[in-house]
Each structure stands twice: as structure tokens, then as C-alpha cells.
């Protein structure tokens, strides 16, 4: 059964943009933890974590925290809104980067991801090319006739990177 674990929420802003970013922590230093969401993380290491916790605020009932975080969320529009960086409303149980969870997936769902990857590359005109096997204690995959030649007119012209270099026995 999964445990709940003290988390704080907390907002931080940039500086120099005045940009916000709403989120968890379960680190016991809020204020240390730089956060996790991609354009987040982009903003600040583009403007070197120029950054001050503005607020933050310790939970410890698992309740507590989905409501008033998704509350925010919602009343603030951190998702639409341009002055702040979250990407997905702020649930206060997902993160980035959560260690041991596993999702399980339903074979059913599985199909559905398969079919609309094969849709998606179908609309890009993207094909997968077909491969030779061998068994896994030979070797693995084999590369079609097609695709060596392709390799070694790649290579055509080539310097090789260990031209001209003397060998030596380092002992």
C-alpha cells in the first residue's frame, strides 16, 4: 500500500521575469529544491537559477494537498496563463522524475498507444524498415544488404579517427 509522504507545495519566481512556477516537493528543503517542470528548468538555467521561493507550505494529509493544489491551479490558470511555467495542473501527487512507481498498463491499453504511434507515423510518412533477426546468442540484429551499402557509402572519404597514431603498450 503506498504510504503518504509529508510534501510541500511552493511557488518560485524568477528575478529577472518575474515568471512563476507552482509546485511539490517531498525533500524536506523546499526553499534548496530548484523544481522540476520542463520550461521551468529551461527558464532557469537560461537565466542561471536566478530564483526566490516565494511561498511554500508543508502538508501532511494526502486530502489537504490534491485539493488545495488543484484549487490553485485552477484559480490561478497556471497553464494558460503566460506569467506562469507549469505545463499541467498542479495535483500535488505527480511530479517529475517520482522514483518506484510503476504504471501499469492494461494489454488494452497498450494497443491504443500502438495504434496511434502507427497513426501518427502513418500522418508523417514515417516507415519502419523491416529487419533481419538472428537469434540473441548470435548476434542480434542483422543488417540488411541495403543498409551496409548505404554505411559504407556514408563512410567513403573518411579519415579514420586513429589515423597516423602510433600503437603503444601501456602497462
Not at 16 to 43: A, Q
Not at 66 to 86: G, H, L, P, Q, Y
Not at 94 to 107: E, Q
Not at 153 to 163: D, S, Y
Request: hydrophobic share 30%; charged share 30%; glycine share 10%.
Amino acid at each position: 500500500m503506498n504510504e503518504f509522504k509529508p510534501t510541500y507545495l511552493y511557488i518560485k519566481q524568477c528575478n529577472i521575469t518575474g515568471l512563476k512556477y507552482f509546485g511539490k516537493t517531498v525533500r524536506t528543503d523546499p526553499i534548496k529544491y530548484k523544481g522540476s517542470g520542463k520550461h521551468w528548468l529551461r527558464h532557469i538555467a537560461k537565466y542561471k537559477n536566478n530564483v526566490t521561493t516565494t511561498w511554500y507550505q508543508l502538508f501532511t494529509q494526502k486530502d489537504g494537498l490534491v485539493n488545495f493544489a488543484t484549487r490553485f491551479s485552477i484559480d490561478n490558470n497556471i497553464v494558460e496563463s503566460s506569467e506562469w511555467a507549469n505545463l499541467k495542473i498542479e495535483d500535488g501527487l505527480w511530479g517529475g522524475g517520482v522514483k518506484g512507481i510503476k504504471i501499469h498498463r492494461t494489454p488494452e491499453h497498450n494497443a491504443k498507444i500502438s495504434e496511434a504511434i502507427k497513426k501518427r507515423n502513418a500522418e508523417k510518412g514515417i516507415v519502419a524498415k523491416p529487419k533481419i533477426k538472428k537469434g540473441r546468442s548470435l548476434g542480434g540484429w542483422k543488417w540488411s544488404d541495403e543498409d551496409r551499402a548505404k554505411l559504407s557509402e556514408q563512410r567513403l572519404g573518411r579519415t579514420p579517427w586513429n589515423k597516423g597514431n602510433k600503437k603503444t603498450l601501456d602497462l
